[in-house]
């Protein structure tokens, strides 16, 4: 069995198509279903089957990834075995939830590619939600984000902190009482996806309260979400290090409510068990290094 057939099966799921992988892998697309030919005629079992106009795993070609995977990582073990104390190579995914990408990780960033140029480092904006799933499955090496009760059963899990997650609003915000109960407020949450640790957080608050609204604003960006804020078309919940800038200059205010405030805890984790590339160990090693320097860890957090 080739392991070049392996990695191209690899990278088909990865990056979502046959013609997306051959040009990670600088094949060409023709090359790529060859490739997945032969490893299905070696497996004796379709691994793709078409849904629609998307590829996708049979239940057979979803074991066949997870072994795949292992298999896939003992070579690359082997391989850093005979390159000694070379510097870290091959590629590292991280998924990462969008506030801490956005706004926590340039520092990591920058020195990891300063440190291993060799490395391929594909980062992914990811839900908290989905974030340990793709860690279990080996859809990425590492995860970063918010803790939405991750398995540690199957992960290793590193705490980066607690974060206050606040009530945001323009100062020309007109309906700023998020405490007293059975209101129907005239006012637009403005916010992400329905699986944000955010969002779900504040629509517990509001159903506990019995708080309505008028309407949802749902914005896949958070950057667009704080321009809508300070636009005055709602108020969102976030990271108090998310609107640092506009809070110290007034373009944004924290309402005083009992769920601004409460901080949620940001983990690292990665597969239990499974080997610890170079390249893992560097970046794990930066986040140590940098994410606590960078002055948003909630002072009232838990010890």
Do not use: H
Not at 27 to 42: A, R
Not at 129 to 139: E, L, S
Request: net charge negative; with cysteine.
């Amino acid at each position: 069995m080739e392991l070049k057939n392996l990695r191209t099966f690899q990278a088909v799921v990865d990056q979502g198509s046959y013609g997306k992988a051959a040009e990670r892998l600088g094949y060409t697309q023709s090359t790529i279903t060859v490739q997945i030919q032969q490893l299905e005629e070696e497996l004796e079992v379709p691994l793709f089957e078409r849904v629609g106009r998307r590829m996708v795993l049979t239940e057979a070609g979803e074991r066949i990834l997870a072994q795949t995977r292992e298999l896939l990582l003992a070579a690359d073990r082997l391989l850093e075995c005979g390159r000694g104390n070379r510097a870290p190579s091959g590629t590292l995914r991280v998924d990462m939830a969008e506030t801490l990408l956005c706004y926590q990780m340039q520092p990591v960033i920058r020195a990891f590619r300063e440190q291993a140029p060799q490395v391929r480092l594909v980062i992914r904006n990811c839900n908290c939600m989905r974030i340990p799933i793709n860690v279990r499955t080996g859809a990425c090496d590492l995860g970063v984000g918010y803790d939405m009760d991750w398995n540690r059963e199957a992960l290793e899990v590193e705490s980066m902190g607690w974060y206050d997650i606040i009530l945001l609003a323009s100062p020309n915000f007109g309906e700023a009482d998020f405490t007293t109960p059975g209101q129907k407020k005239a006012v637009s949450l403005v916010t992400d996806e329905p699986d944000s640790i955010f969002r779900r957080r504040l629509e517990e608050y509001l159903r506990q309260r019995e708080i309505e609204l008028d309407v949802t604003l749902e914005l896949w960006s958070i950057e667009t979400i704080k321009r809508c804020v300070m636009s005055n078309l709602g108020f969102t919940y976030l990271p108090r290090f998310v609107a640092g800038k506009e809070l110290e200059d007034g373009r944004l205010v924290e309402l005083a409510a009992p769920i601004s405030g409460i901080p949620a805890p940001a983990l690292c984790a990665w597969r239990k068990g499974r080997w610890i590339t170079p390249a893992m160990e560097l970046f794990l090693k930066l986040l140590r290094e940098n994410i606590p320097c960078q002055g948003s860890v909630a002072s009232g957090a838990p010890a």
